[in-house]
């Protein structure tokens, strides 16, 4: 494997050959188990009725959403065991059983027959589909964050690491333009029969793909350096490392906890919304879900290189301080209106590209190797579930009985938290990886 050493003293795979080989695997890889996590968020109406009792519409919803939040309880698990798996046997092997068993639960939801073929039971199977895909999504980011975090340059590692988030985000697109040209082409009837089962199977297929495109991928050269003293380490021994130093862990729950939930809200979850709280046609909001996001994968690589150039903190404090504000007016600014709803997520989204992009590089330089995907998977995961896997269920539960205003707050407050804990951080733009 070549390697350069630059005036940062940066000992890295070059440049060349990282962007040509690693980014775009990556990326794809990246984006699929995105979009097989998120598409089930998008298409969670069209579940809802096709999965569970049509009795009581509302009650299916919060059903399928429920669900939702039983995929993000998995991700602490897959934080852990993934985690480990890329700490102790390599980053390159973690990613692919991520994206297997990602695909797994993708073509197990578009397979399910429904509950007025086998009733409760469909429920069920649903369930262990996202058990699967929280399992693998747990897995995926600690372990795509720390493969590029240390294979990019010290001082391009904000920039870099906007890919994750860049290529996660293409597949809610991919997601979201999926879903409406689906709308606009077939009939309501044949989308609430079958047609909601076509992007599960079409994820399922193209998380093969990614497996055949990752086969290629070198390990990086932090792992190589320090493959020995991995194979030796027990989970006692990560343990033991992390009990020494908590701070990180605790750290990355504060710091994540407000963002997750803002995330989710906007980023995610605000088509779904709109649909079912603003009443805005599937077809329209799913547009301007698509629009906005776009917004967002273009902020990226600009707010993560305003990172490298200023650093981590200012970025990611004072971009998550405008979020935090602008929650009431945005919020009171949705109607039916598809524009209006654009405008919105479009704001957000560009605002969430600052944290987004610099916190996967800062993640990855508050942790040591040895245990920088565990350390960073286990409390990243946990705040992910608890805060951003419960989002949209407490959204939709909050505005049924006329409390909205209750979770904007709620909202609000997870927020000043991040900020707090992102203040309190110490600098880590520009860190040597290699510790």
Known sequence: MSTTTNAHGDNAVSTREAA????????????????????????????????????????????????????????????????????????????????????????????????????????????????????????????????????????????????IYGSGTLGIVFATLLGAVLGSTFSSDFMDSWGWRIPFLIGGVLGLVAVWLRRTMKETETFENNKETAKRLTLRDLFREIGRNPKPAISTIAMTCGLTVIYYVWAVNAVASAISIYNVSKTDA??????????????????????????????????????????????????????????????????????????????????????????????????????GGTAPYLQKALAGAGHSDFFNYYMMLLGVVSIVAVLKQKETAGRDLNF
């Open 20 to 163: 040509r080989k690693r980014l775009p695997a990556i990326g794809i890889g990246n984006l699929i188990e995105w979009y097989d996590w998120n598409v089930y968020a998008l298409f969670s109406t069209f579940l809802a009725g096709a999965l569970f009792s049509k009795a009581d519409p509302t009650s299916a919803l919060l059903s399928t959403l429920a669900v939702f939040a039983v995929g993000f309880v998995a991700r602490p698990f897959g934080g852990f065991l993934i985690g480990w798996f890329s700490d102790k046997y390599g980053r390159k092997p973690a990613m692919n059983l991520t994206v297997i068993m990602g695909a797994g639960g993708s073509f197990l939801i578009a397979l399910i027959p429904s509950y007025a073929s086998i009733g409760a039971a469909a429920g069920v199977l649903l369930v262990v589909a996202r058990l699967a895909q929280g399992l693998a999504h747990g897995g995926e980011l600690p372990s795509a964050q720390t493969y590029i975090a240390e294979v990019s340059p010290r001082h391009r590692r904000g920039l870099w690491s906007s890919v």
């Open 286 to 387: 799913m547009w301007a879900g698509l629009g906005a996001n776009i917004v967002f994968i273009v902020s990226l690589p600009l707010w993560g290189m305003l990172s490298d150039r200023v650093g981590r903190r200012p970025v990611v404090a004072g971009c998550l301080a405008a979020l935090v504000v602008l929650t009431l007016p945005m919020t009171a600014f949705l109607n039916q209106d598809p524009v209006r709803l654009f405008i919105c997520v479009a704001i957000m989204c560009f605002l969430l590209g600052g944290p987004c992009a610099s916190m996967v590089a800062m993640y990855a330089e508050m942790f040591p190797a040895k245990i920088r995907s565990i350390g960073f998977g286990i409390p990243y995961a946990i705040a992910v579930a608890a805060f």
